[in-house]
């Protein structure tokens, strides 16, 4: 079966830890992405990688990492540098006209 | 600056009424204008997808238009369900393969 598959659903951590959030696909995507989406709000994107071993900040990169050491795998590194990192995370990649979304990562930290 | 705008930040419509969200793009040019719906805590679904010479195109009772000289996208949902109740979200990608660009949705709810 051909997706975009995203684990854990959710994830709870401690304030200051860091946490990484999977992200793996099997559609042979070069393009991958990073959102987090807070409630009532639209996506917004912290990084996306066109191709391996690259990739981008964007609109709200700071107190996140990434690494894409894979074609089929993009982790995000939520770091203790970000303020308020209890929101919801999807993924996504993209390949020819369509882009495909994880189920996404509801990460709370207490 | 490429932006995708839509309207109305959210709408009540009770179980049955017609309902139309509007979306408003700068992105010049683009390869294809989509509708997902996302469901809450859920990853978006794909409803249409539509290139830039495309006019109308349906999917059950979902019927996306596109009009390329105003720059405007429609999406109208007939007789709506309870289960329509979601977030509906335009997303533009522009022809050099980067960025998605999303807006930021119409959140939807259908009233019994």
């Known amino acids: 079966d051909g997706g975009i598959t995203q684990s854990p659903k959710y994830l709870f951590r401690k304030e200051g830890q860091n946490v990484t959030l999977s992200c793996e696909q099997n559609?042979?995507?070069?393009?991958m992405y990073w959102y987090r989406q807070d409630p009532g709000q639209g996506l917004r994107l912290i990084y996306y990688s066109q191709i391996v071993n690259d990739f981008q900040k964007g609109d709200i990169a700071e107190g996140y990492s990434v690494s894409r050491e894979k074609k089929e795998s993009f982790p995000l590194t939520v770091t203790s540098a970000q303020k308020n990192p209890t929101a919801f995370y999807l993924c996504?990649?993209?390949?020819?006209?369509?882009?495909?979304f994880g189920q996404g990562t509801r990460l709370t930290v207490v | 600056k490429n932006q995708v705008e839509q309207s109305p930040q959210s709408l009540i419509i009770l179980e049955g009424k017609n309902c139309t969200l509007q979306?408003?793009?700068?992105?010049?040019?683009?390869?294809?204008l989509r509708w997902y719906k996302q469901d809450t805590g859920r990853g978006p679904v794909s409803l249409t997808i539509?290139?830039?010479?495309?006019n109308t195109k349906s999917n059950g009772r979902y019927t996306a238009t596109l009009d390329a000289d105003t720059k405007q996208s429609s999406l109208h949902i007939t007789a709506s369900q309870l289960s329509d109740s979601a977030s509906y979200i335009c997303v533009v990608t522009p022809n050099r393969d980067d960025k998605i660009i999303f807006g930021k949705g119409t959140r939807l709810h259908i009233l019994p």
């Open positions: 996504a990649s993209k390949g020819g006209s369509e882009a495909f």
């Open positions: 559609l042979n995507h070069d393009a």
């Open positions: 539509m290139t830039f010479s495309e």
């Open positions: 979306c408003n793009y700068t992105v010049s040019p683009f390869s294809n």
